[in-house]
Each structure stands twice: as structure tokens, then as C-alpha cells.
T-cell receptor, first 113, second 117 residues
Framework: AQSVAQPEDQVNVAEGNPLTVKCTYS??????LFWYVQYPNRGLQFLLKYITGDNLVKGSYGFEAEFNKSQTSFHLKKPSALVSDSALYFCAVRDISNDKIIFGKGTRLHILP | DAGVIQSPRHEVTEMGQEVTLRCKPISGHDYLFWYRQTMMRGLELLIY????????DSGMPEDRFSAKMPNASFSTLKIQPSEPRDSAVYFC???????????????FGSGTRLTVV
């Protein structure tokens, strides 16, 4: 069965420092991977996706994610964190058996001023 | 487009009452999804529609839950009777495609926070 795991419930980063939010996946076949962000009292917003091609995918708000096939990881990164990046981040994978999107449990990112 | 619109934003109801949540998807999106978000279980897909037809309702927790999509611009999720364990944030989302291979993913509404007391 397809699945994603976000091993950290919460990540704290000082403003201006680089940030990483971790995600590992388990799929049969080629993975289609996604990151979403949820700000307080809002729905999820699409950040970026990996379908094929370059392992480094660039998305919205200066975020990028690195696909690593050997480590089955798709970590979300940003070179310099902003306080406004504080939010809940979800990794997701497409289940090829039924095309549904499976979301991880989410990681809460706190950027400290 | 104003995005996916959900109403109400907040709902507080007593156990045993009927609750109806509403959603207006983005015009032209063929897929509509209902999700439930809780601290314990994260984000769960309850049901999704394609061209107004329910395709997969395997995530609907019990017969107390039902969803309809009478036309391309409106869907409802109904809980009858409601129970305290139904308290959660319910999201509606819409999309052009199912697997997000093309386009920019699902568009989510702002959610309905349901509290059953």
C-alpha cells in the first residue's frame, strides 16, 4: 500500500536559518509526491509536486523539495526561513491503484523570530 | 473565481441533531472531495465525486454520514444524528483531475469547524 510518513510532529527553526521538513514514502512504481501548507483557519494550499525529471523541485513561497529515490525521501526545504512560514505542512503521495492522494499526518513548523 | 466556498465556517450543535455542511467547488472542476481533519487521525478522505457522481465513499465512517452533489456547483455533507466524536474540521476540495499529475493540485476550502456537544 502507498503511504507517506512525516517523522516529526513539530520543527522549530530560527528566522533566517535554513529549514527542512522531512517526508519519506512507500510506493510501488514511480512515486508522485506533493507538499501542501495549511495556515491557521485555512484549507490546505498546494506548494509543489514531483512527477518526473529533476530531483530538485521548486514551488511557491521560495520552497523547494528534493526527491531522493535511494532514501525514498522527499524533504521540503527553504534556504532562509521567515516567521510567516510558520504553518502545518503536509506531504502527500498518489496511490497508483486508485489515483487517490494520501496525506501524511502533517508537521507543524515554528519559525522563531 | 472565489475558490472553494464552504459554509458555515463554524457549527456548534447538540448531540443527536442533524448537521449539514455545504460546499461550492471551483467552476469547471470535475472532482469534489470531502475530508475530515482531527488531531488524532490527521486528514481523512471521506468521499469524492466525479461529475456529480459519488465514486468512492469508503472513507465515510458510518451510515450517519451522507453526501450529495445535486449539480456541478453544490455539494452537501450531512451527519444525522451527530455525536461528539464527529467534532472535527471538515474540508471540501475540488480539482480538475484526480491524481494531480497535471495542474496545481487540489484547491481546498477554508473548512467548517464542527463541534458537537
Amino acid at each position: 500500500a502507498q503511504s507517506v510518513a512525516q517523522p516529526e510532529d513539530q520543527v522549530n527553526v530560527a528566522e533566517g536559518n535554513p529549514l527542512t521538513v522531512k517526508c519519506t514514502y512507500s510506493v510501488s512504481g514511480n512515486p508522485y509526491l506533493f507538499w501542501y501548507v495549511q495556515y491557521p483557519n485555512r484549507g490546505l494550499q498546494f506548494l509543489l509536486k514531483y512527477i518526473t525529471g529533476d530531483n530538485l523541485v521548486k514551488g511557491s513561497y521560495g520552497f523547494e523539495a528534493e526527491f531522493n529515490k535511494s532514501q525514498t525521501s522527499f524533504h521540503l526545504k527553504k534556504p532562509s526561513a521567515l516567521v510567516s512560514d510558520s504553518a502545518l505542512y503536509f506531504c502527500a503521495v498518489r496511490d497508483i491503484s486508485n489515483d487517490k492522494i494520501i496525506f501524511g499526518k502533517g508537521t507543524r513548523l515554528h519559525i522563531l523570530p | 473565481d472565489a475558490g472553494v466556498i464552504q459554509s458555515p465556517r463554524h457549527e456548534v450543535t447538540e448531540m443527536g441533531q442533524e448537521v449539514t455542511l455545504r460546499c461550492k467547488p471551483i467552476s469547471g472542476h470535475d472532482y469534489l472531495f470531502w475530508y475530515r481533519q482531527t488531531m488524532m487521525r490527521g486528514l481523512e478522505l471521506l468521499i469524492y465525486f466525479n461529475n456529480n457522481v459519488p465514486i468512492d465513499d469508503s472513507g465515510m465512517p458510518e451510515d450517519r454520514f451522507s453526501a450529495k452533489m445535486p449539480n456541478a456547483s453544490f455539494s452537501t455533507l450531512k451527519i444525522q444524528p451527530s455525536e461528539p466524536r464527529d467534532s472535527a474540521v471538515y474540508f471540501c476540495a475540488s480539482s480538475l483531475v484526480l491524481g494531480q499529475v497535471v495542474g496545481y493540485g487540489y484547491t481546498f476550502g477554508s473548512g467548517t469547524r464542527l463541534t458537537v456537544v
